[in-house]
């Protein structure tokens, strides 16, 4: 999302990540994905990856200019990494994974006030931050899977409201279509 939100010009490749190939692992050091190489450099995390691409792309910022604003999405950032992804992905892939159903409950529940959080944070607000940034696009990549829970009948959309309307939001952006 942020390359296409920059309008970069990139060679993007997809990776069986079941099968990950010799020349993947030598440019991923932790076998997962992104990665990206410049100038024979790899570089990994998806916040660091982001964060790289916000400063050497000067336009638009996907950051706020304020420093205290910048460390709210931070913080958010952290939160996608730390909670809202490993208990979206525990969630729904747990069973496939061959992980306990106490385990898959649990990540559920605390899926559920993760979103509650979210719901709150989004309340009057757009985006998390001052405006679409970062802290938006690290949660955007698990926008899918929430969406089959909700297929699922597992969850409900419609008790984060706001969460909502801010997925609906992010959905609609050329960037997150692109990156699809």
């Known amino acids: 999302m942020v390359l296409h939100e920059k309008g970069a010009d990139f060679e993007a490749s997809e990776v069986n990540l079941q099968n990950k190939s010799e020349e993947f692992l030598q440019a991923s050091p932790t076998g997962k994905v992104p990665v990206i190489l410049v100038d024979g450099d790899s570089l990994y995390e998806s916040n660091v990856v982001n964060q790289f691409l916000d400063e050497v792309y000067e336009s638009p910022k ?17 939160q996608a990494d730390d909670n809202f992804y490993p208990q979206v992905f525990i969630t729904t892939m747990g069973r496939e994974r061959g992980f306990s159903e106490e385990r898959i409950s649990e990540a559920f529940e605390k899926l559920k006030g993760t979103l509650s959080r979210l719901d709150e944070r989004l309340g009057g607000r757009e985006y998390l931050a001052d405006g679409f940034s970062l802290a938006d696009i690290a949660h955007a990549g698990n926008f899918v899977r929430l969406h089959e ?30 990156a699809g």
């Open 62 to 78: 996907l950051l706020p200019e304020d420093p205290k604003a910048r460390a709210h999405a931070r913080i958010w950032m952290a």
């Open 149 to 178: 829970l909700e297929e699922q009948g597992a969850l409900s959309l419609a008790d984060y409201p706001n969460v909502a309307s801010w997925m609906e939001r992010i959905e609609a952006r050329e960037s997150f279509e692109a």
